[in-house]
């Protein structure tokens, strides 16, 4: 079983930074792929940004591009995610999740969550 706990998130004000990070234990990590992924209460859970595992592509929700930056470090099974110029719009809680070998699509492993706030 994989396990994924995420750390990081917090309070902000607007155009402030925060990194998430994303700790990976369990079995030996062969997930194609790595998420984030945000809810907002009242709003479906939408995937922010992801990061393929071996080979290091990305790939970004429009919204979020150019300000944050997804990456990974294998040898330490941690992902994480670095958000700048955060926005009230970005406030939500974050989760990061793993998919299943194999498949860049499904997400099998999920975090517990961390809440980012952005409000001045």
């Known amino acids: 079983q994989v396990h994924l706990v995420e750390s990081g998130g917090g309070l902000v004000q607007p155009g402030g930074s925060l990194r998430l990070s994303c700790a990976v234990s369990?079995?030996?990590?062969?997930?194609?792929?790595m998420g984030w992924f945000r809810q907002d209460p009242g709003k479906e859970r939408e995937l922010v940004a992801a990061?393929?595992?071996?080979?290091?592509?990305?790939y970004y929700k429009e919204s979020v591009k150019g300000r944050f930056t997804i990456s990974r470090d294998i040898a330490d099974n941690m992902g994480y995610l670095q958000m700048n110029s955060l926005k009230p719009e970005d406030t939500a809680v974050y989760y990061c999740a793993a998919t299943r070998p194999g498949s860049p699509v499904q997400y099998d492993y999920w975090g517990q969550g961390t809440q980012v706030t952005v409000s001045s």
């Open positions: 990061i393929t595992w071996s080979s290091g592509a990305t």
């Open positions: 369990g079995r030996t990590f062969t997930s194609y792929a």
